[in-house]
């Protein structure tokens, strides 16, 4: 269905040739937190095969070459995809592209985006660890489906704009929206969760700045105005269209020799069959060509075609109401400790999809400008509005949530105070994952320099030792996986039989300190439990 250009080549900026991934780190801590980017950051010594076991199974191939499934070593019933990047032999410009996916696919964070979950950097390799989207891409589905019905259409535009409303109100374009980077959660028929993948071409930019660079993409989903290197993120829009009238209609508007295909995409010249759009609403109609206008400044920007009335008219069913549970664990968020709350940051990236989803709904209906993150008069409407809390709560809250300091929560954010028991529920699995990633230097237990590893000298202004000190309960300088579980979940911690149990010469523990072993007994029984 889609002709690929040759122009799939990435703007070469000189002055990015001399970075270093680390430079890309350092510039999104900035951006969107420290706790977003050291906690699946991970340099050598540290390697793919401590955290996961590769498997033989291929997902799809793309510019890069294969791309694998994995299973957790830690939670084996979680599948997740691996993108593998060889930097020896690459060319500068190759690598400052690989660079810029990177930056970009870190920085993102939204129910309809694919989850960058770890990256390992080697000096001349790089793993990528993404959820494992088992439900196929959009293209699948609709090659199955031959078309969409105007309901199945709008809810599926809907998602797809909400993520690139997220996208663009944040300064970034995405660059090769096709069919083929959408892809739905889960394998059944009747699950209709989109997310976006793929971001080899995206670029970050001000919101409204214009690019001047060679084209990208795939050809039958380029906008006018790419063919002519000069374009702004409202050449995502037009590849939008593109899908919209693939989704009505069952077949591309444009397509043919290159040629053909660049001369008609220039001016905008395409078919709407009379026996395809016959049936189809004037609304359905006009929300596809007010995509597919030939100039960017007429053609409908992502937050304007979430109101069309096309999507405003899908029956999706009731909206979502924000019940008094969610409002309790947003205020209790604030009310905990730092080092508790840097915690259940770390445990965000460590849920499940089916763990995200009993909550995600509940983040979408507080995001009332639909930009994939919730400002403080978003909460303020809730929470002193509708619930009547006082002010001085409601703005504790929120810059207990905002993680980032600039001034909105983020979708992990929001999943942070969501692991309470009540929501989601605080499993073994989860505690383990996170002691796994403060525990830098494996070697069994938590210390001050592996907080300023992972946190840096200060987290929201306490030292990173007294952020440990609010955990170690034993007073030896060390959290222990036990301590660490006792303190989160707040129960009580039980020796058994060994005094000693938590000290350093005492201890043996196997890989990540999940299991201490009783050495003065032994036998290999857990020397302590939590209860």
Wanted: net charge negative.
């Amino acid at each position: 269905m889609a002709t690929e250009t040759h122009h799939g080549h990435h703007f070469h900026d000189p002055e990015h040739d001399m970075e270093s991934l680390h430079d890309i780190t350092d510039r999104l801590e900035g951006k969107v937190g420290i706790i977003q980017i050291s906690g699946r950051y991970h340099r050598y010594p540290r390697s793919l095969d401590h955290d996961y076991l590769l498997t033989e199974t291929v997902l799809g191939t793309g510019y890069n070459g294969d791309v694998r499934m994995a299973k957790s070593k830690e939670r084996p019933d979680m599948s997740f995809a691996i993108k593998a990047f060889e930097f020896t032999g690459v060319p500068v410009q190759r690598r400052v592209q690989l660079e810029a996916e990177v930056e970009v696919f870190l920085s993102m964070d939204h129910p309809h985006i694919a989850r960058l979950v770890d990256v390992y950097e080697q000096d001349y390799h790089m793993d990528l660890v993404m959820e494992c989207m088992e439900g196929g891409e959009l293209l699948d589905r609709i090659r199955e489906q031959k078309r969409f019905s105007e309901k199945d259409t709008a809810e599926n535009m809907w998602q797809m704009l909400l993520a690139l409303n997220y996208i663009h109100s944040h300064g970034m374009i995405h660059c090769d929206l096709k069919l083929e980077n959408f892809m739905y959660d889960h394998k059944e028929k009747s699950n209709n969760h989109l997310k976006l993948i793929d971001f080899g071409f995206s670029k970050m930019c001000d919101k409204k700045a214009e690019l001047r660079r060679k084209a990208c993409g795939t050809l039958s989903y380029t906008a006018p105005e790419v063919l002519d290197w000069s374009y702004t993120q409202q050449c995502d829009q037009w590849s939008l269209g593109v899908i919209a009238f693939v989704l009505l209609a069952g077949y591309m508007p444009f397509s043919g020799p290159e040629m053909d295909q660049m001369k008609n995409i220039s001016t905008g010249t395409y078919v709407m069959k009379p026996e395809r759009w016959s049936t189809i609403s004037e609304d359905g109609k006009n929300f596809t060509m007010a995509l597919l206008e030939v100039s960017p400044k007429k053609r409908l920007t992502a937050e304007l075609a979430l109101e069309h009335p096309f999507l405003k008219s899908r029956h999706i069913g009731e909206d979502t109401a924000i019940n008094a549970g969610i409002v309790k664990s947003l205020r209790d968020f604030a009310h905990q400790s730092r080092f508790r709350r840097c915690c259940m940051s770390m445990m965000a990236w460590s849920l499940s999809s089916e763990e995200r989803e009993n909550v995600e709904k509940y983040f979408l209906a507080l995001d009332s400008r639909h930009q994939g993150a919730i400002s403080y008069e978003d909460l303020k409407k809730v929470m002193v509005d509708k619930y009547h809390m006082p002010c001085s709560e409601t703005k504790k809250s929120f810059n207990a949530l905002d993680t980032s300091h600039h001034k909105e929560i983020h979708f992990s954010d929001f999943l942070a105070a969501m692991i309470d028991g009540t929501h989601v529920q605080l499993h073994d699995k989860l505690l383990h994952e996170a002691f796994r990633k403060f525990d830098a230097d494996e070697s069994g237990f938590i210390t001050a320099e592996n907080l300023r590893q992972v946190l840096g000298d200060t987290f929201e202004g306490q030292k990173v030792e007294k952020l440990l000190n609010e955990a170690d309960t034993m007073h030896h300088g060390k959290l222990s996986y036990h301590e660490f579980a006792s303190y989160l979940t707040g129960k009580e911690l039980h020796l058994h039989g060994d005094e000693e149990c938590g000290m350093p010469e005492e201890i043996p523990v196997q890989r990540h300190g999940i299991a201490c072993m009783s050495k003065c007994q032994g036998q290999d029984k857990p020397c302590c439990s939590v209860q």
